[in-house]
């Protein structure tokens, strides 16, 4: 079992930056891909981009594309998710996923962190 920490979340004005972490227990072949998303309130779960383990290779919602980077340091077994130029819009619940596939559905995602709020004030 995959357990998933994230951390990183806070109140931050537009147009600022945050770093999100998100830890991860262990890495294997179930988990070679981690994603982020985010569910604002009252709306949907909706992807925010995704990285694979093994090769670093990213990809990302058109809504925060040139915003925001993920990145992984894998002797921490930890990726992070670099949100620049924040807007009001971003403000929601983050969580991180591990699953064994590439993928912007939720559903292909096995297991899931707590979530970190990230509120961002216009």
């Known amino acids: 079992q995959v357990q998933l920490v994230e951390s990183g979340g806070g109140l931050v004005q537009a147009g600022a930056s945050l770093r999100l972490s998100c830890a991860a227990s262990?890495?294997?072949?179930?988990?070679?891909?981690m994603g982020w998303f985010r569910q604002a309130s009252g709306k949907e779960r909706t992807f925010v981009g995704a990285?694979?383990?093994?090769?670093?290779?990213?990809y990302y919602a058109d809504a925060v594309k040139g915003r925001f980077t993920i990145s992984r340091d894998n002797a921490k077994n930890t990726v992070y998710l670099q949100l620049n130029s924040l807007k009001f819009e971003d403000t929601a619940v983050y969580y991180c996923?591990?699953?064994?596939?590439?993928?912007?559905?939720?559903?292909?995602?096995?297991?899931w962190g707590q979530g970190t709020q990230v509120t961002v004030s216009s």
């Open positions: 990285i694979s383990w093994n090769n670093g290779y990213t």
């Open positions: 262990e890495r294997t072949f179930s988990n070679n891909f």
């Open positions: 996923a591990a699953g064994r596939r590439n993928s912007a559905v939720a559903d292909a995602y096995d297991y």
